[in-house]
C-alpha cells in the first residue's frame, strides 16, 4: 500500500503526531436525525473495509478509496437508523450481556495478547470493540422484531429453488491423486535422454515392477507434497494443469500415468479413489434452500425497512 493511500488511512491523526495540529477526530463525517458520525469511528470502519479489500487481492487506488469511502458512510448511516430504531422499540442490552460476548470473544483466543492482536488489526481498542459490539446486537434484535416475525418460506419455494438450480446441486466427479514431479533444469529439453528424463524413467520402470507409489515420492519428488508420498488430495476436472487433467481422469484406481511433461516438469502420477459424480437429493438439499431463502427475504425486508426510515430521517453527510 503506497504512502498516498497510508495517509488517508490514518487520516488527521497523522498530521496530529507530526505537526501538532489539533485532533480533528470529533470532525462531523454524517449527521443522522441529529446524530453526529465522527471522522474516528469513519476510520475504524474505512480501514477495515480497505484490510478486506486488500485480502481479498484486489488492487486499493484512488477509485477504490472514493468507492469505498461512499460505501463506509452509507453503511454507518444505515447502522445508526437502525440503532435509534431499536431505541426507539426499547431494546436495551444490559452490561452484563456485553461482558459475557467479550468474554467469548476472548475465548477463541490463545490468550490476552492474541486478542489484543485481533483487535489491533480491526483498528480498534476494547472500548470500541463493547462498543461496536453493543450497537450489533442491538440492531440484530430490532431487525429481528421488525423483520423476522413475518417472512417465512413454504415447501413450494423450496422445491421451485432446488429446480431451478440444478448446477448447484451437482458434485462433480472427483479423484484423488498421488504425483511425483522431478524438475527440468533451465536449458534442458524434457525429451532428451538427460539425467532428469533417465531418473523419472526409472522411478516409472520401478513403479511398472509393483514398488509403492508413496514410498518413491517421499524418495524422489520435488514437491511440497513429499513428506504425505506425493498425495494431492480429491481434485475435480480443471484443477490440475491441462497436460494432467486429461491423463488422470482416464485413469483407473490404482493406476499410474506414463511420463507426462508440462512446464513445471516431469510427472507421474496415480489415482487412488474415485468419487462419481453426484446430485444432491432435495431433501438433502432442503435446509440449506430454506436458509438461503430465508436470507433473501430477509435481505429484501430489511432493505425495505431502511429505505422506509431514510425516508423519514434526518441525514447530512459531509463531503
Known amino acids: 500500500m503506497g504512502l498516498v493511500i497510508m495517509v488517508l488511512l490514518v487520516g488527521s491523526s497523522a498530521v496530529v503526531a507530526q505537526s501538532g495540529a489539533p485532533d480533528r477526530g470529533f470532525d462531523e463525517i454524517a449527521r443522522v436525525n441529529g446524530v453526529v458520525i465522527t471522522r474516528r469511528e469513519f476510520q475504524v470502519e474505512y480501514r477495515q473495509a480497505v484490510d478486506q479489500h486488500a485480502r481479498e487481492g484486489q488492487p486499493v487506488n484512488e477509485a477504490y478509496i472514493a468507492s ?24 436495551v442490552l444490559s452490561a452484563e450481556e456485553i461482558d459475557a460476548e467479550v468474554a467469548a470473544a476472548r475465548a477463541r483466543f490463545q490468550d490476552e495478547a492474541e486478542f489484543e492482536r485481533e483487535l489491533s488489526r480491526l483498528h480498534m481498542d476494547e472500548t470500541q470493540y463493547r462498543r461496536k459490539l453493543h450497537r450489533q446486537r442491538a440492531v440484530d434484535r430490532a431487525i429481528e422484531r421488525l423483520v423476522m416475525s413475518s417472512i417465512s418460506v413454504s415447501e413450494e419455494e423450496i422445491r421451485q429453488f432446488y429446480d431451478a438450480n440444478p448446477k448447484r446441486y451437482q458434485i462433480p466427479e472427483k479423484i484423488r491423486l498421488s504425483h511425483i514431479v522431478i524438475r527440468i533444469p533451465a536449458g534442458e529439453n524434457p525429451e532428451d535422454q538427460t539425467p532428469t528424463r533417465l531418473k523419472i524413467e526409472m ?24 513428506e504425505q508420498g506425493g498425495d494431492v488430495g480429491y481434485v ?9 487433467d486429461a491423463v488422470a481422469f ?7 500415468s506414463p511420463v507426462l511433461v508440462t512446464p513445471q516438469g516431469l510427472h507421474l502420477i496415480r489415482v ?48
Open 250 to 256: 482416464g485413469l483407473d484406481v490404482g493406476e499410474h
Open 203 to 226: 522411478i516409472k520402470k520401478r513403479l511398472d515392477q509393483g514398488e509403492d507409489f508413496a514410498v518413491l515420492a517421499q524418495q524422489y519428488t520435488e514437491e511440497p507434497r513429499r
Open 272 to 319: 487412488t479413489d474415485r468419487q462419481p459424480e453426484k446430485v444432491i437429493a432435495f431433501e438433502d438439499a432442503r435446509p440449506d434452500i430454506q436458509q438461503t431463502l430465508l436470507q433473501l427475504k430477509r435481505d429484501r425486508a430489511v432493505r425495505e425497512v431502511i429505505d422506509s426510515l431514510r425516508q423519514k430521517a434526518d441525514i447530512r453527510a459531509s463531503q
Open 236 to 244: 475435480q476436472r480443471g484443477q490440475l494443469l491441462p497436460q494432467l
Open 68 to 91: 469505498v469511502r461512499r460505501s463506509v458512510i452509507q453503511r454507518m448511516v444505515e447502522e445508526e437508523l437502525l440503532f435509534q430504531e431499536s431505541r426507539k422499540l426499547g431494546i
